[in-house]
C-alpha cells in the first residue's frame, strides 16, 4: 500500500513541476483555446469607404 502512495505522489510532483515549468504556454492555449475572442473589424463598412458613391440614373 505504501508503494501505491509513494507512486501517486511522484506521478503527482512530476506533474506539478510540469505545469510549474510550462505554466505560460498553457496559460495562453487555455486563454486562446475559452478566452473571449476579439471582434473583427466591419469587413463591409471598410469596403464601402473604398468605393466611390453611386450615381444616381436620371427619369428623363
Not at 44 to 55: I, T
Request: no cysteine.
Amino acid at each position: 500500500m505504501l508503494e501505491f502512495l509513494l507512486a501517486i505522489f511522484a506521478i503527482a510532483v512530476w506533474i506539478s513541476i510540469g505545469v510549474y515549468y510550462f505554466r505560460e504556454s498553457i496559460f495562453q492555449w487555455l486563454d486562446n483555446r475559452f478566452g473571449k475572442d476579439t471582434p473583427l473589424a466591419d469587413l463591409e463598412a471598410a469596403s464601402k469607404q473604398n468605393e466611390p458613391p453611386a450615381q444616381e440614373k436620371s427619369k428623363d
